[in-house]
């Protein structure tokens, strides 16, 4: 079943459009990966489905019911944002203020929850550490658990291991698989690394060149744009 359908959008910004007439859907379970090369779209379509920016043109249709607050959302890290001051406990329990709604104070629950994700990405051990003090891949894995802290059935993730050593790298690839293929989390990921796109990814959509290529990993493997992005050939 589709979580989202997105049908012939246009997306731009600043008055300049970047991409025009896309389409292309996400059931539940799937791991779409996004890709393409810097200034294609990528992370204005990501904003554009979570609305935070409206598209040119064109619909974009939530399916099953989900609602925005069962979607979490990992932005790519500013460097101001690396120096945060609170610790690693605050900064994920913040994520399920995402589906309190206006209740001020945390319930129970909320913090069972915050504990069990923090269990699940391993970093329970570090929980009273200060942000600012963690390496770039602990504090990746402090970001995914907040944003699956606000999330019950998808995450946004906007390239996850940008910046990261190739150990940190593969160890938050195989993280976000983990959370894909064993707790039916729907993934949908910017990455610059079509490599582990094709690797970890059942959906690549290839935006920047047109026409836009949106299919299974497999199909991405045998098409002109596969082709040339990953063996630098063409049929």
């Known amino acids: 079943m589709e979580l989202i359908s997105c049908k012939n ?9 970047v ?8 059931n539940s379970g799937d791991y779409l990966c996004i890709v393409g090369e810097n200034g294609s779209g990528k992370s204005t379509l990501m904003k554009t489905v979570l609305r935070l920016c409206k598209p040119i043109a064109g ?4 399916g099953e019911g989900l609602r925005h ?9 500013t460097e101001i944002q690396k120096d945060f001051p609170a ?5 994920v329990l913040s994520g399920t203020l995402n589906r309190c709604g206006l209740c001020p104070f945390y319930k129970r629950e909320q913090k069972q929850r ?5 269990e699940k990405v391993g970093i329970a ?3 009273s550490r200060s942000y600012r003090e963690l390496s770039g891949g602990q504090q990746q894995r402090v970001l995914l658990a907040r944003a699956l802290s606000a999330a019950s059935r998808l995450i946004f993730l906007d390239e996850p291991a940008a910046g990261l050593d190739p150990v940190a790298m593969e160890k938050m690839y195989e993280l976000i698989n983990r959370l894909n293929k064993e707790d039916g989390i729907t993934v949908m990921m910017i990455s610059h690394d079509i ?4 690797k970890y990814s059942s959906h690549i959509l290839h935006i920047g060149e047109e026409p836009y290529f949106f299919g299974t990993k497999e199909e991405y493997l045998e098409s002109d744009v596969g082709k040339k992005y990953l063996f630098g050939k063409q049929d």
């Open 114 to 118: 915050a504990r069990a994700i923090m």
């Open 19 to 26: 991409v025009k007439n896309l389409s292309f859907c996400v």
């Open 59 to 62: 619909e974009i249709v939530m």
């Open 87 to 91: 610790s690693v406990w605050e900064i």
């Open 125 to 127: 051990d570090i929980a």
């Open 195 to 198: 490599e582990a796109a094709v």
């Open 69 to 77: 607050n069962e979607i979490g959302y990992l932005p790519q890290q």
């Open 9 to 17: 959008i246009s997306l731009g910004y600043d008055g300049r459009v």
